[in-house]
């Protein structure tokens, strides 16, 4: 999977339609309902502001609205786009001037889908991880435990609190989830505390 990590254009014109296209990051819905009020406030008198979105990684939410195009003209073909590239934590929206000649029901899944191909290629995408975390808290002694299941798996490290104990909260890809956990259980009994948190993602620079 792949996101932005800021807002790329585009901007496509057939028979006097103009499409304006803004692929933004989001990751909530707040995000989604700031970014489509930032645009709509932007382009106040446009014909149509038409978008689609994909949220939440681990779960992935998809939505997509045709604000007034034909069902499944304007909407579908923009979600499509981003699941064809992969995408997650976007917003694509599409804001159409309607130029005085229609385009058919085919014209414009064309229209809008290439106004979201065209701001999608030239973005810098960033690739997704899923992670599952986890919490230890461990004393100073069995640091070399720790360092040993950092060099056999590749763990993010999340937060640190380095006190009169060590707490820990690390990151480890999902798909390598099962195996880290079998790792720890060796010396799952030295630790003071050891638990499996939430799934989450980061995004890799």
């Known amino acids: 999977m792949f996101t932005v990590t800021e807002i ?12 304006l296209g803004f692929l933004c990051p989001v990751s909530t819905q ?47 073909p923009i979600l499509n786009t981003l699941r064809s590239f992969n995408l997650v934590n976007v917003l694509f929206i599409s804001v159409r001037y309607y130029g005085g000649t229609k385009l058919g029901k085919a014209g414009l899944i064309e229209a809008y889908g290439t106004n979201a191909k065209e701001a999608i290629d030239p973005a810098n995408l960033k690739k997704v991880e899923l992670i599952q975390t986890y919490r230890f808290n461990y004393d100073y002694q069995l640091q070399s435990y720790i360092d040993k299941l950092k060099s056999s798996f590749t763990l993010i490290e999340l937060e640190a609190d380095y006190m009169a104990t060590i707490t820990l909260k690390i990151g480890c890809k999902t798909s390598d989830a099962s195996n880290f956990e079998n790792a720890v259980i060796p010396f799952r009994h030295l630790l003071n505390e050891f638990s499996i948190e939430e799934k989450t993602f980061y995004t890799v620079d």
């Open 30 to 76: 707040t995000d989604v309902e700031k970014s489509l009020e930032g645009v709509k406030n932007e382009h106040p008198t446009a014909t149509h502001h038409c978008y689609a979105y994909i949220i939440n990684p681990n779960e992935p939410e998809e939505f997509a609205n045709d604000d007034g195009e034909p069902g499944g003209t304007a909407g579908l």
């Open 8 to 19: 790329y254009r585009s901007d496509y014109r057939v028979k006097g339609s103009k499409f």
